[in-house]
């Protein structure tokens, strides 16, 4: 299974767009790549998902490098709700990381 | 209901207990998790049930115990607990095949107190 690596931690500023980098430098061609996030007292929820393009959807945009050893998880305007752990997995990966807790400013 | 759904949200269960946590998926998934999560900690994977097969482990202590009747069900057995095992119970699912798992949906978890 391919191993992730992210930040600890990140600030923003409310409104403002913020860059969640991931590393996974041992991915498999065929590994989808996912994000989750967990809010305070609640479970992990999907954020977004994808294999070498980029990706958008009404939470978030995926951008995969083109050797796809990293990707970035684009918030456009973060809101104080989006304050979070982010997660970045390999598809087939059971395992968490620690992933990155984004503090949103208002 | 869809989803996946966790009872009880909340237990507070003495050591000498036997309590069980309960999991439902209603999205036809065909695997089935258990992870813990203690305070400032990473999710860590406790058991895993897919394509009928059961993976767990090995760090778990056996006052862990759990059973899955089907592939919508999830249950997870506890006697004789620790303090320390107090933390949030994360029960989730997904689409599992050869080529990997598909998607993690998880419940709410139930949050454990043990006195």
């Keep these: 299974d391919a191993k992730t690596t992210q930040p600890n931690s990140m600030e923003s500023n409310e409104e403002e767009p913020v860059h969640l980098p991931c590393n996974h430098s041992t991915i498999s061609g065929t590994d989808y790549i996912h994000w989750y996030r967990q809010l305070p007292s609640q479970g992990p929820e999907y954020v977004i998902h994808g294999l070498t393009s980029n990706v958008n959807n009404r939470m978030a945009s995926l951008a995969i490098a083109e050797d796809r050893k990293s990707s970035t998880l684009i918030l456009h305007r973060a809101t104080l709700r989006d304050a979070a752990v982010y997660y970045c997995l390999c598809q087939g990966n059971l395992i968490f990381g620690k992933g990155t807790k984004l503090s949103v400013k208002p | ?115």
Excluded at chain 2, 30 to 53: C, D, G, H, I, T
Excluded at chain 2, 80 to 95: N, R, V
Aim: net charge neutral; with cysteine; hydrophobic share 30%.
């Design chain 2, 1 to 115: 209901e869809t989803g996946v759904t966790q009872t009880p949200r909340h237990l507070v269960m003495g050591m000498t207990n036997k309590k069980s946590l309960k999991c439902e998926q209603h999205l036809g998934h065909n695997a089935m998790y258990w992870y813990k999560q203690s305070a400032k900690k990473p999710l860590e994977l406790m058991f895993v049930y897919s394509l009928e097969e059961r993976v767990e482990n090995n760090s778990v202590p056996s006052r862990f115990s759990p059973e899955c009747p089907n592939s919508s069900h999830l249950f997870l057995h506890l006697h004789t607990l620790q303090p320390e095992d107090s933390a949030l119970y994360l029960c989730a699912s997904s689409q599992s095949s050869r080529e990997g798992n598909y998607g993690y949906t998880f419940g709410s978890g139930t949050r454990l107190t043990v006195v």
